[in-house]
């Protein structure tokens, strides 16, 4: 970056930190530091998207799906896996997975022995129709006795019982094998039929999810995944973290006229601002990892080939670079990074809830925080995902403290004051589209330009 760049990114940053000091000190220090770990995550997310836009001018418009493919792996890789449920269901499922392969086989084979005609084709149709039955009725005998094993806790498989931050490699692993997956059908497609590709293919990974109950419990969501880092109870409940209370309250508690009391009382929130910063100090190591590796891969030949592709494709082509096929590495690539940041997400909440990805949040929002950052600027990326959470944020509570001085000072009619209230939280999308269109109209290549 040259001095200007480094102005910027120092600047923004920094109004950045500001903004978060004073939702510490307006709001609560909680808060802001729930604002701040998601700001990681969605840069995170954000660089992610950059690697396939800003490297390969790829147009995916199905980043919710990588990134609920993330949050389902670490419920795969972290939860303790339902015994009851694998004695009654495993053999089923492993018996329709076997019949599928035997169904493939005896295809292929048949393909391949008899000359093309009509009894090639109805002999295959019938080989997939049998398949189809004998897969059907092992795979739906199977799903019901494992959804029945206790369905109110769990009533699906579990997962491995593995600690969470393998799941965070893991996420990012079957992100990629997904994007390969999706490559290989709608790679080489044109822009706009590559968006409506993804677009779809989310919408159908997305409802995967809400139904398949014995893979992840559908819209009943799966909760209590285990954490990296220590529960509030358990830090409430030790004697070190008593004594860096003690220590830090001091003066407080010198003046206490119980303070076994105010101790106790003082842990409770100091508690939950501690796991937070452990999670910030996680997420931060993940995002500046991150962020030196897509930088070294920009400044290597590949990153180069890269960026020559995007911007003149006859032109690579002609030079012998096989134009799809790096478009499937930075898609791979891409999504690999997305599917972590959801698994990173997934493990922040501690629970898994596919009702709750919507293209709103984890899609459109992405490309909005690329857009604001700057495409094809890796630091420009993650800068536009804090720029564009932090006000999605904290839109609301600065339009309702608004709306309240509006009808404090203003004498109206108790409905119109209410409906001014009432119309507070719907503000975000409107400074949201705001601050969208001034990015455009003033810095058109966003805050961090790529030179």
């Known amino acids: ?31 802001a530091l729930g604002v701040l770990n998601l700001c990681l ?10 690697i396939q836009w800003g490297y390969a001018g790829l147009f995916n418009a199905g980043v919710m799906a990588f990134t ?10 972290s939860y303790p896996p339902v015994v009851e ?9 492993l018996a329709s997975v076997l019949a599928l392969v035997v169904t493939a086989l005896v295809t292929g084979f048949v393909y391949r022995r008899l000359p093309a005609g009509r009894k090639r084709f109805w002999l295959i149709t019938l080989v ?14 199977a799903v019901q006795l494992i959804e029945a094993v206790n369905p109110a806790r769990t009533g699906f498989l579990g997962g491995l019982g593995l600690p969470i931050l393998f799941s965070w490699l893991a996420g990012g692993l079957v992100a990629a094998a997904l994007a390969w997956f999706i490559g290989r059908i709608s790679l080489g497609l044109r822009a706009d039929y590559l968006a409506i590709a993804t677009l779809g293919i989310a919408e ?8 398949e109950d014995w893979l992840v419990r559908g819209v009943k969501n799966v909760t209590g995944l285990p954490r990296p880092v220590p529960y509030e109870v358990e830090l409430q409940q030790s004697d070190w973290f008593a004594s860096v209370i003690s220590w830090v309250y001091s003066g407080r508690l010198e003046n206490a006229a119980d303070q076994r009391a105010v101790l106790a009382e003082l842990m409770i929130p100091a508690s939950s601002i501690f796991v937070k910063l452990c999670y910030t100090g996680l997420f931060a190591t993940v995002t500046l990892l991150l962020l030196v590796l897509a930088n070294r891969v920009a400044q290597a030949p ?12 006859a032109a690579a082509a002609a030079m012998g670079k096989d134009v799809v096929a790096r478009h499937r590495q930075a898609f791979i690539v891409g999504s690999a990074v997305i599917g972590l940041a959801g698994a990173m997400l997934t493990t922040l909440d501690g629970q898994f809830t596919p009702g709750g990805y919507n293209p709103l949040r984890y899609t459109f929002l992405v490309w909005v925080m690329v857009i604001v950052g700057g495409s094809g600027h890796n630091l420009g990326a993650i800068l536009g995902g804090f720029i564009i959470w932090f006000v999605w944020v904290e839109a609301e509570p600065v339009s309702l403290f608004v709306m309240r001085q509006i009808t404090d000072l203003i004498p109206m009619e108790p409905a119109s004051a209410y409906h001014l209230m009432a119309s507070a939280p719907h ?14 109209r003033y810095s058109p290549r966003g805050v961090l330009a790529e030179k």
Do not use: C, P
Not at 204 to 211: C, P, T
């Open 1 to 31: 970056m040259d001095e200007e760049d480094i102005r910027k990114a120092l600047t923004a940053f920094g109004l950045i930190g500001l903004g978060l000091v004073l939702t510490g000190l307006l709001q609560s220090w909680n808060a």
């Open 41 to 50: 995550i969605s840069g995170v997310m954000a660089l992610g998207l950059n």
């Open 68 to 77: 609920a493919v993330g949050g389902m792996t670490a419920v795969l890789v």
């Open 85 to 93: 449920a694998w004695q009654v269901g495993a053999g089923g499922l």
């Open 128 to 141: 997939a129709l049998l398949g189809y039955l004998v897969v059907r009725s092992l795979f739906g005998e």
């Open 204 to 211: 159908i990974v997305i409802s995967i999810l809400k139904n």
């Open 302 to 313: 590949w990153g180069r080939m890269m960026r020559a592709i995007r911007d003149n494709e």
């Open 427 to 440: 503000m975000r999308h409107f400074v949201m589209g705001l601050v969208l269109l001034l990015v455009l």
